[in-house]
């Protein structure tokens, strides 16, 4: 199947063309035919699959025909990066069309934000600085046409499901609503059950990490996950490592830690400013930073291209937040490694792993690792250890963070 096929306004066929995209994902193939005829639709599917393209093309072609200078579509993400990067693929689609995008979240100046969503026909928003706009009377939706709530099961995460309540009470009932979860948990059930009206539910399940991914889990005291994590960064051929953390404060400590042990690192979680969120994704990106520390919730939505290696510095909550978190490496033709470091606090998750996968999930040591060292020497070691230096060579490449033979050979990994 082509894009042509969709027969989408050709303003809009040639942003996609700008774009190069060419073969739809599975998500769009599924999703765009029950959009683009009204329905309410419920998608299910993971970051990375295409699903913002899903909702955007067929929204833009539907705003073609209409009035301009109003708003008729509102998109609700959990995120600001994720609310930006919807922005953006907009900007890119939308190039052609004439049809003005904005994005408001909180963290930055809000008159900016007024002055541009007066005119904007397309508004992506989180949900508090949304309704601080409602509030403030200086956004307009009586016009609206269109609701996305995208990363619906994050909102949630996050708490902002009395926040979408609240949104919904103030929009015309007769709209088109969309709803996108990477999972479906009762809240959010409830919720589709409260907006839509007999959605149509498309699905592209992940029930297991992908054939490109390697992973591993790697048992360890909690007092010696940090030297674990320094000793594996040395025997692994990295360009790029996606490290999670369950909290932001052990993120943004982590960070400092292999900052300090002489990796290029940023940290990215929810005290940081809004500038240095982008700066720290933008230089993941680009390969100025080579390791980013995250939270699940600072990282939701955000599809960073090109992770060699994601880390599970803390097992995530549920099974499915495993295969979603592993599956951030190994994307398209490329491989990944992933590694999740796990205690015996874990046993119980372990097994909702194993079980999910269908078999128990290689477990592995470090012949040269010392896993019976007390929290003393662990403190000591977070300050003294180094990485090997770091592989300039590759012309073109994120430079590698170089393993030597010995240890290499020791351990096995690739």
């Known amino acids: 199947m082509i894009f042509s096929s969709f027969k989408f306004n050709p303003f809009v066929a040639a942003g996609i063309t700008t774009a190069g995209y060419t073969d739809p994902t599975p998500i769009q193939i599924q ?23 899903a909702f955007v093309l067929p929204i833009l072609h539907r705003l073609m025909a209409g009035k301009r200078g109003v708003t008729r579509a509102l998109i609700v993400a959990p995120t600001r990066e994720l609310a930006e990067q919807i922005h953006d693929a907009i900007v890119v689609l939308g190039k052609k069309t004439g049809l003005r995008s904005m994005s408001i979240y909180g963290g930055v100046a809000i008159g900016p934000q007024i002055k541009s969503g007066k005119k904007a026909d397309i508004i992506v928003a989180c949900p508090g600085r949304l309704l601080d706009h409602i509030n403030r009377r200086t956004v307009d939706l009586s016009a609206l046409e269109v609701l996305v709530l995208d990363e619906a099961d994050h909102m949630f995460d996050m708490g902002f499901l009395p926040d979408i309540r609240r949104i919904l009470k103030q929009i015309p009932a007769k709209r088109q609503t969309l709803l996108f979860s990477a999972t479906m948990p009762p809240e959010i059930r409830r919720l589709a059950n409260e907006s839509l009206t007999d959605p149509v539910t498309v699905q592209v399940g992940i029930t297991a990490p992908a054939e490109t991914v390697s992973h591993a889990l790697y048992p360890v005291a909690q007092h010696l996950k940090t030297p674990l994590l320094l000793k594996l960064l040395q025997h692994t051929r990295a360009t790029s ?30 005290n940081l400013s809004q500038n240095r969120r982008q700066d720290a994704i933008n230089g993941f990106r680009d390969g100025t930073y080579q390791i980013l520390v995250a939270t699940d919730i600072a990282a939701r939505g955000i599809d960073i291209a090109n992770v060699s290696h994601v880390i599970n510095y803390d097992i995530p909550n549920t099974a499915d937040a495993y295969i979603h978190r592993i599956g951030r490496t190994g994307r398209a033709t490329c491989t990944g490694d992933a590694f999740t470091l796990i205690t015996t ?5 372990v097994r909702a792993i194993d079980r999910v996968i269908g078999s128990p999930v290689e477990r592995r040591t470090l012949s040269d690792f010392n896993y019976t060292a007390p929290c003393a020497k662990a403190d000591r070691t977070d300050r003294s250890e180094s990485p090997r230096p770091i592989n300039r060579n590759h012309a073109g490449r994120k430079p590698a963070i170089r393993r030597p033979a010995s240890a290499a050979r020791a351990s096995g990994m690739a």
């Open 345 to 349: 606090d874990d046993a119980q998750m």
């Open 31 to 53: 999703a765009i035919p029950p959009i683009m005829a009204g329905n309410d639709v419920v998608g299910l599917a993971q970051t990375g699959t295409g699903k913002t393209a």
């Open 241 to 270: 490592v996606l490290v999670f953390t369950r909290t932001k404060h052990r993120a943004k400590r982590l960070g400092e830690q292999l900052s300090r042990a002489g990796y290029k690192t940023a940290s990215l979680q929810g």
